[in-house]
């Protein structure tokens, strides 16, 4: 008995004497961390250094957590399904009709565009946000001519506000000039700036605070959950709450389906004070397409989403399974001002962190510590999702999807995309363009004009493929050209569930 009381006294020793060298380590990272920001910010301009500063309190804190947490942040056994009252049907808030004063509601609203990407997956230089869509208009122009159209509509005066990065606000501010004239005010601040830390050292790469040169790559915008902070820190914040505003919604600025509706904001402002609702997440229906989208999850008797990141990888393919888990996050959310200000204050919002790792040009391995704007979900009262139809998760990501919204498949009204009357059933086509089409310059060379897609059901095309005018596609189409080949859909062609391989060139006489 003595013996095992031995080995026991010992493996505590053990497990303590580890325990200290691990806190030991942390304690090493983090005074390490603290020395190699302080040196950055000797390296930058006095009001460069201000904002830089307190980006980096709020890198530190995001570090000090990285380092405490291991494995992963959920536990799966924890895991259960949402109550049926905390995801309400959309046509339920919809059956409650509409206020007698729409434009009181309004005055209440900021619209938030988290604006900080760029083009680049779609072969494009600068913000995403100037890529043309639909008619010349850029998703800007959309969202602009969308909140001015409510504004004149109801008369009241809803702002715009863009979350822009590092990378996007020179460029976006240049361009909100040509806005001037229109009926909608319109803010920007900027998320924070986080340095890029090399996977070893766990220390940032930046030589000094430049962006540019030797540094083009030390660093990125976190992750849009520091929307939080950033929109706290900008003053922003209190503004908005003085001018008498008390809900946000917030969507990515390329989610094309992400428009006010009136319904869902007048069932934030129809709850009574003391069962204010502070947070609504729009989710839809997850079909194959979504299956590494964000779900809503109970845990620990709250709601709270759950990103692939977090899933063990043992439960990876349960958690695409479209049985168990029903919903994704579609990113549209609406959240209370007055909320965000007390949670920020008493920083009382545990984002949990993703760690994304990257491999930049050179090879080196780094990561980046980022949070998401919906995981704060859990941590304001009496939050639930709301399960939208699939209009209002438009998202164009790729070049498939910018021909969808490009087709007569949509109605472009007053900024706003909406399926055509003239499709008889309401899905969306599949579309899938292989990788000729990836960049949009290559994109718009390939097409005389958008093909019909009234009646398409799926279409894939593959390989070297040109689109004469007027072009009909109906059905199931699917267009590959081998290696080599080349096929040109001659001018008024109509498809209709056709398979067309091979060579066919067709040359100006």
């Not at 995801?87 to 309004?106: F, H």
């Not at 900008?234 to 917030?250: N, Q, R, S």
């Amino acid at each position: 008995r003595s013996l095992q009381i031995e080995i026991l006294q010992t493996s505590l020793q053990t497990f303590k004497n580890l325990f200290q060298f691990q806190e030991k380590l942390r304690q090493q990272h983090e005074e390490s961390m603290h020395r190699e920001l302080e040196a950055l910010l000797n390296t930058a301009n006095k009001p460069e250094a201000e904002i830089s500063r307190k980006d980096f309190d709020g890198f530190k804190k995001i570090f000090h957590r990285f380092l405490q947490v291991k494995g992963p942040s959920v536990d799966w056994a924890k895991i259960n399904r949402p109550p049926e009252d905390s995801i309400q049907p959309y046509e339920k808030i919809k059956a409650k009709g509409l206020p007698d004063n729409v434009s009181a509601s309004l005055n209440k609203l900021a619209v938030v565009k988290l604006n900080g990407g760029l083009g680049t997956s779609m072969g494009c230089k600068g913000p995403k946000s100037l890529i043309s869509v639909r008619n010349e208009n850029t998703f800007l122009d959309l969202t602009v001519q969308q909140i001015e159209h409510l504004n004149k509509t109801f008369n009241a005066d809803v702002p715009l506000v863009l979350m822009n990065s590092f990378n996007t606000d020179d460029d976006t501010k240049k361009i909100l000039q040509k806005y001037k004239h229109h009926r909608v005010n319109i803010h920007t601040f900027n998320q924070s700036r986080y340095p890029r830390i090399n996977k070893e050292s766990l220390l940032p790469i930046a030589k000094n605070m430049a962006v540019s040169g030797e540094n083009a790559e030390a660093w990125y915008p976190p992750g849009h959950g520091d929307i939080y902070a950033s929109f706290s820190n900008c003053g922003l914040l209190d503004k908005l709450i003085a001018e008498g505003k008390e809900y946000i919604f917030v969507s990515n600025i390329d989610n094309l389906g992400a428009t006010v509706d009136l319904f869902i904001l007048h069932h934030l402002m129809s709850q009574p004070a003391d069962r204010r609702c502070e947070f609504i997440m729009e989710v839809t229906d997850k079909t194959r397409a979504d299956v590494k989208g964000g779900t809503l999850i109970q845990y620990d008797d709250h709601l709270r989403l759950l990103e692939i990141a977090q899933v063990p990888k043992a439960h990876v393919d349960e958690f695409k399974s479209v049985t168990k888990f029903k919903i994704f996050n579609t990113n549209n959310l609406w959240i209370s001002l007055p909320a965000i200000k007390r949670l920020h204050e008493k920083n009382a919002m545990d984002l949990e962190i993703i760690v994304n790792p990257k491999t930049l040009d050179g090879g080196l391995n780094v990561i980046q510590l980022e949070t998401a704007v919906g995981a704060a979900i859990k941590s304001f009262n009496n939050a639930m999702g709301v399960n939208v139809p699939r209009s209002r998760f438009l998202p164009v990501k790729t070049s498939s999807d910018l021909l969808l919204v490009m087709s007569n498949l949509y109605s472009l009204d007053a900024g706003s995309l909406t399926m055509s009357k003239r499709r008889e059933f309401p899905t969306t086509p599949h579309v899938k363009l292989g990788s000729s089409f990836t960049k949009v310059q290559d994109f718009l060379t390939r097409f005389e004009s958008i093909p019909d897609m009234l009646e398409l059901d799926h279409l894939t095309v593959s390989g070297d493929v040109t689109f004469g005018k007027n072009v009909s596609l109906k059905g199931t189409v699917i267009i590959i050209a081998n290696h080599g080949d080349r096929i040109d859909i001659p001018a008024g062609a109509m498809l209709e569930n056709k398979i067309v391989s091979g060579n066919l060139r067709i040359l100006d006489h």
